[in-house]
């Protein structure tokens, strides 16, 4: 049987009992009081579907309230074909491209698929290599930086930056986009996601030299000479970070082309949602699409979703659209 198959992908009951299941593990909850104990299905004929009564607070609601899908008019059953769509694209899946698979308007496409990053963003932030574990950390470089112009020699001042830092005994991945490459920007973000037990791997870099002894390893690669895992210990490398800019940048190219930089950290959440999510962590297409929809609650975006006054594609100069 085919993955699409599955009855929550077609049918608007069952992608509502679908996202049920997942939010509400232990039955409903009322959003607006959060009591658990008197609460009703109402099931008349002009009921939308989904809708509950609690009978605390005498409010009805649906599994939407409060989350990214809240006042959206997009089917649910929809709603998890493009979560499933983007949860099971190595290299993600363009506006465009949503547009055309699910019928709906590019524009709606393009605001689902923000909310659907939104949802990817972590909400784990316990610190990385806690039990003196090997964390490798490392830049890279993307697209224009509009506040940075362009600098003669500078190779990479006018490109927007991203900080990511990996995991190597999880396998997680988190990236933050950063206006500089300055200690006083990266140590804060070091200090505030690798334990001081861990053992840092990082290149050369001036940036790292002088923050190394902040953890209780430095291991340096000295890629200038040539050296990509040092001789005299072979775990000392950056390898697995590097294999994960391949991967995004890729994507990056390959699918969204272009990136608003308002937008870029939304762009990281995704593919570290992926890349911490992966197989080869032990999380297969549904179970990825499924953790996505842990993240909905509480995490109301707060675009503008009503229709455009003036011409029909001002939307796209308002909300930054950079993709084809
Ligand atoms: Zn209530």
């Known amino acids: 049987m085919s993955i699409l198959d599955a009855k929550h992908f077609h049918d608007e ?14 039955g409903p909850v009322c959003p607006h009081c959060g009591g658990v104990d008197r609460i009703g299905k109402l099931k008349g004929k002009s009921t939308r579907i989904g809708t509950y009564k609690c009978y605390d607070c005498r409010k009805p609601f649906t599994v939407k309230v409060g989350t990214v899908f809240e006042k959206s008019h997009v089917p649910m059953r929809h709603w998890l074909q493009a979560i499933f769509l983007m949860s099971a694209s190595k290299k993600g899946i363009s506006a465009n491209q949503l547009h055309r698979m699910l019928g709906c308007t590019l524009k709606t496409a393009w605001f689902m698929s923000h909310r659907i990053r939104e949802e990817m963003r972590s909400g784990n932030l316990a610190p990385f290599g806690s ?43 988190r990236s933050y986009v950063v206006k500089d490459l300055r200690i006083r920007t990266i140590l804060p973000i070091l200090e505030a996601n690798i334990s ?22 430095h291991g340096v690669v000295a890629h200038s000479k040539d050296e990509y895992v040092s001789k005299a210990d072979r775990t000392i490398h950056t390898n697995t970070i590097e294999g994960y800019y391949s991967i995004f940048k890729r994507g990056m190219r390959g699918v969204y082309q272009h990136c608003d930089q308002r937008h870029l950290h939304r762009y990281m959440a995704e593919f570290d949602f992926r890349y911490t999510n992966r197989v080869k962590t032990g999380c297969d297409d549904s179970e990825r699409a499924g953790r996505i929809l842990d993240g909905v609650v509480g995490k109301r975006l707060t675009y503008e979703t009503t229709r455009s006054k003036g011409r029909a594609d001002a939307w796209k100069r308002r909300a930054g659209w950079a993709e084809w």
């Open 13 to 26: 009951e069952a992608a509502y009992r679908f996202v049920e299941a997942r939010i509400w593990p232990d």
């Open 196 to 217: 001081r037990e861990a053992r840092l791997m990082t290149d050369e870099a001036a940036h790292y030299q002088s923050i190394g002894w902040n953890f209780a390893d």
């Open 131 to 173: 039990t003196g574990g090997a964390v490798e950390a490392d830049e890279t470089f993307i697209g224009r930086d509009r506040h940075n112009p362009p600098v003669k020699n500078a190779r990479s001042a006018h490109k927007n930056k991203v900080l990511s830092l990996l995991d190597r005994d999880s396998g997680a991945v």
